[in-house]
């Protein structure tokens, strides 16, 4: 049996890097979800800001449906014949 240990370094690296990019990015939504609400927070009596800055949602969903991409992309390599 011979082991190609450059493929194995290869796919090692490859999925610590996709591992840490994912993580980084569903770190960043999770931040933007709580300086939203800390926005919310302190404009707590002021309605009529739209409570909280539209854009850190919007981002923070980027940022989640770029993790469930990459979720799915590694579920469609797993089960692809």
């Not at 194995?8 to 890097?17: D, E, N, V």
């Not at 990019?21 to 404009?43: M, T």
């Not at 850190?56 to 469609?76: I, Q």
């Amino acid at each position: 049996m011979h082991i190609k240990w450059n493929a194995l370094a290869q796919t090692a690296g490859i999925s610590f890097g996709v591992t840490v990019a994912v993580v980084s990015v569903f770190a960043l939504g999770i931040l933007a979800l709580s300086r939203r609400e800390a926005a919310q927070g302190a404009h707590e009596g002021d309605r009529a800001s739209g409570g909280g800055k539209p854009a850190l949602l919007v981002g923070a969903y980027a940022c989640f449906a770029v993790c469930a991409a990459a979720v799915v992309y590694g579920l469609v390599l797993i089960a692809a014949p």
